[in-house]
């Protein structure tokens, strides 16, 4: 509501504005009074302006000076939409020359800034520091892998020696060296007659200079041009890549066929300018179809070729296409005439004229030396040879065996093997078909595909062959199946009994255990085992899942009782002890009955009692923070209530499980050996995150008593060896390779620091503009 | 395709490239080399087929090498490790003479042969870790790898090998007697067994040396005698004029304990009486643990009292709380000693604990004798029950077999390679395993034999198949092959050694003294880190600085290429890695609520809702 007051005041406003302007505008010049009665409306304007605005409704009455006026006592540009420049103060209606000098003083002094203050000495100091300590670490960095290599060296010896210069020939070292005895002098006079080497015998010229070091201009030559060819083969293979990833098909389309083009041109070029080199080409397209031959593209097997095959029943194209396709690979498969195969084999002779010899030589070698580890490695080597030659001649069979050996190595891959014969078969059956659709069906083909057929069908045969194998396996599994009841018979009896064992607070009085502890015995001992096995696999003779469970529950609950009351066989000695009297058998029985009866029970009972004692103490104690009395009446025989207890009660953390858990004939201290403690390690060393890791590092004894003597030595070498008598010096840039040594670098830096890179000047320079 | 390239090719009728550098490269023929090298080296024979079909057969072979190295030979496949500096490539080098190395390389080593020696359990999976540590882990290893590649190597100088004997076709071993075995075999070795006829001073007890050269042995009557067994030379022989309970070798030949009437008695080899223990006094049983230089001695009064013979302080006396104790046994594994008493129980004790380590039930009668085999692997006891069982000790103590005897054993005894003897009565019985490291079969006995007099004392000679039984009608030495250790450490027990060496030797032992307290159940433990204080540094650490520094720290994205780093894309990572380590923790708080209900489950019948009404 009130926005619309203050509208329709604005409103009225503008319209008495508009009547008055043409009266204000005559008169604005001359008339003092019209103008303050504009200035008032235009006050009133900007009030009611600025009420539109809800927040600062009122403002302040502003007093202003009038515009549009010119006066001699102030200086307003008002309407004249300049701005008003110092220079215009002095601009005189004419020019005079004694101004201009004030004027350019003026600018002058317009365009000197002031001049910062410097920088405090601390500053300067301290990015002085910064620029010389970021030198200096980077002149010490290329000390770095020295350091570290010294760091991680077995052993270091002090003083340093320096890398070996070169390798002299003990000829050089010999060289002062003469014959003297009439022997060395005859031998001398033998080589001499026969002009053999004297001096120089062992090392041709081509060792001479391989062990001399590359030179430095040599060595850079050879790293640019590698570098250059590195990145050459980047950009290349950038391009190819890029060019690979356009989808285009129309592009690659057109790309082929300008490339197929392209080779064509080259070659009849080549034909007529050299005719040798097109031979050669054509070698490569004879290489190029041995190529496909020998992997068998242009089959029915890629991608493309699946997919329109899926097609080709409903596509009469993709018919078209897969003819073609399989056109090609017979083209491309056929054997050639009989010419090029007496020249491969020709080429096979040369081949085998340079391979064979040496291997045939190596095995000679050892047929004469008998060394098993030559032997054996160079029949190896004699078979791969024949199997890198055979591909050409039978790549078939050997796919083959490959593939049958595979299927003897697991039944996994049996099965893939198979799916793929499957595949092979339905596809060769499609491809007659095909063939009879489109007409061009060869001879040849059919042959081929009956052949593959063959040996399909023998794959599937040895596969077969292999499953029985695998069955028969099985069966084997399944009788030791059945074997194994024998030992899974008891823990279905044991389930019940061995319950004292486990949570002995249950049982209260000892007698009751006792008589749990018989019960269990007399079940155990009344059931015959046999009867009980035939029960237990007539029940679950495949119930081998619930097994392992049941197994393992037994290997939890062993019987006490029965672990001493097993009858264990008698020994029936062949020299019995003489001294043991003839007694009445039955008297003996009895004796030894009424023994075990009687002083069985009590050891076991006891034990039991000592070792329930050892958990209990064993265990953490909770602690019972219960005040009776507070919070409610106290007294003899009043206990605090049972809330309260509990709310008072700490229980203490659960600790690990004892050892003897499980093991009922058996007491294990949990107790820590401290004295034992003070000697193992209780600070884990620098690199190691966890002990387990430093463990590792630890197990191997080091002493003599457990190593050899050689490993013994190995394993205690001292990290660092100084040589008595020596002068240790420091380390220098020459003793490790580098060319200058880095003190002279450094002090260099600190002298003068002109030396300062680029960037460290404008470092230093932009705090003192 | 290489195959294609490198095939000649048929246009050119240039000489092939590869043949010219040959030609080049041939190297020019010296002096000192003739037509052909011929090999050198002598290969051995293999080793002669074994014949065993003789009736009996009895010898320590010395087949020097052959047997190992056609094993080496055999193994399919030669794992050399790669790393080790010292190896030589393989490549036949070219040495001075000329001459070349017909068997380059290092000689393979079979690998079980070398797994024997590992330590490092690799089955045990570490978690991450950082590359300065992986690359302290790999050098621990391969370190490792290489000790045990030389041990396994350095095997082929064990060069003995234990005998045997072996009956013919459904012929039991045990009927052949010493007398056969004595004829059978060679005369040093016929020589080893003996009788010594001492009906005089009672049944005797025993001891032999760690070498297995001297035995000592005590009449109840107060006979004690020292001598070298082997050339029967007396050291010494005196009457102690008190009744003698044990005896038992010192860590050398020139020490003996004596545990008589009331004291305990230490003599020298000439038989002078060196020390009197009164305070270890009414002692029944000696062990002698020899890294320790310990003497422990088992009292009537209920004591287990170790001495250590080095300082000549007693160490620690533990009261076993079980009454007399007259059944005492070390474990040479690990130096444990396992006491039995009345109650059927074995307990095991280390001077470091005041209780016993362990308890163990084994019979329901009281435990008569008690023996652990040199690996520690198993334990042998007889009880009153008159059964016979063998315990494993690793870990389990359960029984591996049992068996009843007639007249259960009074006396057991284990030799080096596992063989069991008990002594019962007049008859000693001699059980053995299928192989090497495998219990004793109890079916059939290995040997047996009767003696003039009841067993009183049992012990297995070291490095002699000889088994010492002490009787009432004196001291009888069996032969019983296969028994010793063929191949003794000439470093440690030397049955050889001068007297110099025997005293180079006592210092280097008395150098290497274990404390006593590192005796436990398992001595690898000082291998081990103390997690327990380790674990109790870090908690005072964290308490002690407010906060835990070794925390891991929030995560932080990494910075990647290509506008995969936009804010957005850092906040979906960030908030991933959240929300995985968020379903982390609520699924092991799951697990664990799980777990908690598994274990608060009444295992009774289920509680009725008409309980309520029960009154």
Redesign the interface.
Same mark, same amino acid.
């Given at each position: 509501y009130f926005s619309v007051a203050s509208f329709n005041s604005l409103l009225a406003l503008r319209q008495q504005e508009l009547v008055d302007l043409p009266k204000d505008y005559l008169l604005s010049t001359s008339d003092d009074e019209g103008d303050s009665d504009g200035e008032r409306k235009h006050q009133k304007l900007l009030e009611a302006i600025s009420s539109l605005d809800g927040k600062n409704r009122r403002k302040l009455a502003e007093r202003s000076e009038p515009s549009l006026k010119v006066s001699e006592f102030n200086i307003s540009s008002e309407g004249t939409r300049e701005k008003l420049v110092l220079s215009d103060l002095l601009q005189p209606t004419k020019t005079s020359s004694s101004l201009a000098t004030v004027k350019k003083q003026l600018s002058r002094v317009k365009s000197k800034k002031t001049v910062e203050l410097p920088l405090n000495k601390e500053e300067v100091a301290r990015i002085h520091r910064e620029v010389a300590f970021s030198k200096t670490s980077q002149v010490l960095s290329k000390w770095d892998p020295i350091v570290l290599k010294n760091r991680k060296a077995e052993q270091l010896v002090f003083p340093l020696e320096k890398e070996q210069a070169a390798f002299a020939p003990?000829e050089h070292v010999l060289s002062g060296w003469k014959a003297r005895t009439p022997l060395e002098q005859e031998i001398f006079d033998v080589?001499h007659k &026969?002009k053999?080497p004297v001096t120089d015998?062992?090392l041709?010229p081509?060792e001479k200079a391989s062990l001399k070091a590359m030179s430095l201009e040599e060595a850079k030559m050879r790293r640019a041009e590698l570098q250059r060819a590195r990145a050459l083969q980047s950009y290349y293979e950038a391009k190819a890549r890029r060019e690979k990833k356009i989808k285009s098909k129309k592009y690659h389309k057109v790309v082929k066929k300008g490339k197929a083009k392209k080779a064509v041109k080259d070659f009849e070029t080549l034909q007529k300018v050299d005719p040798?080199a097109a031979?050669?080409e054509l070698?490569k397209i004879e290489?190029a179809r041995?190529?496909e031959r020998m992997s068998l593209k242009h089959q029915n097997s890629g991608k493309w070729a699946k997919s329109k095959a899926i097609m080709a029943k409903y596509d009469l194209e993709a018919r078209q296409a897969i003819q073609e396709q399989l056109a090609k690979n017979k083209e491309l498969t056929q054997k050639l005439q009989a010419a090029s195969e007496s020249?491969e084999e020709?080429?096979d002779v040369?081949?085998n004229g340079?391979l064979v010899p040496d291997v045939v030589h190596k095995v000679h070698m050892n047929a004469?030396?008998? &060394?098993?580890?030559?032997q054996r490695s160079c029949t190896s080597d004699a078979k791969e040879a024949e199997i890198?030659?055979d591909?050409?001649q039978l790549p078939e069979p050997v796919a083959h065996q490959d593939s049958e050996s595979e299927g003897e190595e697991s039944p996994v891959e049996e099965e893939e093997t198979l799916l793929k014969e499957f595949e092979e078969r339905r596809s060769l059956r499609k491809r007659p078909e095909l063939n009879q659709d489109a007409e061009p069906a060869g001879h040849q083909e059919a042959q081929d595909a009956s052949s593959q057929e063959v040996l399909s069908e023998l794959r599937a045969l040895s596969w077969k062959l292999n499953q029985e194998n695998h069955q028969s396996r099985k069966q084997k599994g399944n009788s030791t199946r059945a074997v194994l009841p024998v030992q899974r018979e008891e823990p279905a009896q044991e389930e019940e009994e061995p319950l004292l064992l486990q949570?002995p607070e249950r049982v209260q009085t000892l007698e009751e255990l006792e008589e749990l502890g018989k019960e269990g015995c007399l079940q155990n001992t009344e059931l015959p085992r046999p009867v009980l096995q035939g029960q237990e696999t007539e029940r679950n003779p495949d119930d081998q899942p619930g097994a392992p469970k049941k197994r393992k529950r037994k290997e939890q609950m062993?019987d006490?009782q029965k672990?001493?009351?097993?009858?264990?066989?008698?020994?029936k000695?062949?020299?019995?002890?003489?001294?043991?009297e003839m007694e009445d058998e039955e008297e003996r029985d009895q004796k030894?009955m009424i023994?075990?009866a009687f002083?069985?029970d009590?050891?076991?009972r006891?034990?039991l009692k000592?070792k329930r004692e050892a958990v209990e103490a064993s265990k953490p104690k909770d602690v019972d923070l219960t005040l009776p009395g507070w919070g409610e009446w106290g007294g003899v025989g009043l206990q605090p209530s049972a809330k309260k207890r509990r709310r008072f009660l700490i229980k203490a953390p659960e600790g690990p499980p004892r050892?003897?858990k499980n093991?009922p &004939?058996?007491?294990?201290?949990e107790?820590?050996?401290i004295?034992?403690?003070?000697?193992?390690?209780?600070?884990?060393p620098y690199?190691?995150?966890?002990?387990?890791?430093?463990?590792?590092?630890?197990?191997?004894?080091i002493g003599s008593?457990w190593?050899?003597q050689?490993?013994f030595q190995?394993?205690t070498t001292p990290k660092v060896v100084t040589k008595p008598g020596h002068i240790i010096k420091p380390i220098k840039a020459e003793d490790v390779g580098y060319r200058s040594s880095s003190r002279s670098d450094l002090s260099m830096v600190q002298r003068n620091p002109k030396q300062l890179s680029v960037r460290h000047r404008k470092q230093l320079k932009e705090p003192c503009r | 395709v290489g195959l294609m390239e490198t095939a000649p090719k048929p246009g050119g009728d240039v000489p092939p490239k590869k043949n010219r550098v040959q030609s080049k490269r041939k190297k020019p023929r010296r002096y000192w080399e003739e037509e052909e090298t011929s090999p050198t080296a002598a290969r051995a024979s293999p080793g002669p087929s074994r014949s065993k079909k003789r009736k009996q057969e009895l010898r320590r072979r010395r087949t020097k090498n052959t047997h190992i190295q056609k094993k080496s030979r055999i193994s399919k496949k030669p794992q050399v490790p790669k790393k080790s500096r010292e190896r030589r490539n393989p490549v036949p080098q070219r040495t001075l003479s000329g001459a070349q190395d017909p068997f380059p390389g290092p000689v393979p080593v079979p690998v079980e042969a070398a797994l024997k020696f590992r330590r490092i359990d690799k089955s045990k999976k570490l978690l991450h870790s950082k590359s300065k540590t992986q690359k302290r882990l790999e050098v621990a290893e391969a370190e490792e790898e290489e000790t045990s590649v030389r041990a396994a190597r350095s095997e082929l100088v064990l060069a003995e090998e234990p005998g045997f004997l072996e009956g013919d076709d459904g012929e039991d071993t045990a009927k052949i007697c010493q007398a056969d075995i004595v004829e059978a075999v060679d005369i040093a070795s016929a020589a080893k067994h003996f009788d010594l006829n001492l009906r005089q001073f009672g049944p005797y007890r025993l001891s032999y040396s760690r070498t297995g050269r001297h035995l000592a042995f005590g009449g109840r009557r107060g006979h004690v005698a020292a001598l070298d067994w082997v050339t029967k030379k007396l050291m010494c022989e005196i009457n102690v004029m008190e009744s003698v309970r044990d005896i038992r070798f010192l860590h050398s030949e020139a020490l003996l304990a004596v545990a008589q009437n009331r004291w305990l008695h230490i003599y020298d080899n000439q038989g002078i009486e060196l020390h009197c223990i009164r305070r270890c006094d009414r002692i029944t049983r000696l062990e002698f643990l020899p890294f320790h230089f310990l003497l422990a001695t088992a009292s009537e009064t209920g004591f287990l009292t170790y001495l250590d013979v080095s300082v000549g302080k007693i160490v620690t006396a533990l009261n076993a709380r079980a009454g007399r104790l007259d059944v005492m046994t070390q474990n040479p594994y690990n130096a444990v000693i396992h006491l039995g008493h009345s109650n059927g129980t074995v307990s095991l004790w280390s001077p470091a604990v005041k209780e016993p380590l362990a308890k163990i039930l084994c019979h329901r009668g009281g435990v008569r004798a008690v023996t652990v085999d040199s690996t520690g692997t198993y334990m042998a006891t007889s009880g009153l029950d008159h059964q016979l069982k063998i315990f494993d000790l690793r870990g389990t103590f359960q029984p591996l077999g049992a068996r009843t005897l007639p007249q259960g054993a009074g006396h057991l005894a284990f030799s080096q390679r596992g063989l069991l003897a008990a002594g019962m009565g007049d008859v000693v019985n001699i059980w053995a395993g299928q192989g090497k490291g495998s219990p004793p079969s109890l079916e059939q006995p290995y040997l047996t034999h009767r003696l003039s007099g009841h067993v009183h004392g049992l012990q297995f000679c070291p490095f002699e198949d000889v088994l010492g039984v002490g009787h009432n009608g004196g001291i009888t030495s069996m032969l019983v092959p296969g028994a010793a250790e063929p191949n003794f450490d000439g470093l440690e027990n030397n049955p050889y050694r001068s007297r110099k060496q025997r005293q180079e030797w006592e210092v280097k032992a008395l150098l290497e003294k274990v404390p006593a307290e590192l005796i436990c159940l398992d001595p690898r433990a000082l291998a081990e880190v103390d997690v327990v204080t380790l674990e109790q540094a870090k908690k005072e650490r964290i308490e002690r600085l407010g906060y835990d520094p070794e925390a891991k720290g929030p995560f932080q994205p990494k910075p990647k290429q290509k506008g995969r780093s936009s804010t957005a894309s850092l906040v979906k990572r960030k908030k991933k890695v959240m929300d995985k380590e968020h379903r982390d923790k609520v699924r092991q708080s799951l697990e664990q609520q799980q777990h908690d209900q598994e274990k608060t489950k009444p295992t009774g019948t289920r509680p009725s809702a008409l309980d309520r009404f029960v009154r």
């Open positions: 003990i080589l &026969n053999q015998p062992l041709t081509v040798s031979l050669e070698e290489k041995m190529m020249e020709e080429g040369e081949e340079l004469n030396e008998l &060394n098993p580890w030559m890198q030659k591909p050409e949570r062993i006490l672990l001493l009351t097993t009858k264990s066989p008698s020994v000695s062949l020299a019995a002890p003489t001294t043991m030894q023994k075990e002083a069985g009590d050891v076991i006891d034990f000592e050892k003897d093991l &004939n058996v007491i294990i201290n107790k820590r050996n004295h034992a403690a003070a000697h193992q390690v209780h600070v884990l690199p190691f995150t966890h002990h387990h890791q430093f463990e590792r590092t630890i197990q191997t004894p008593t190593n050899t050689r490993a190995k394993l | -």
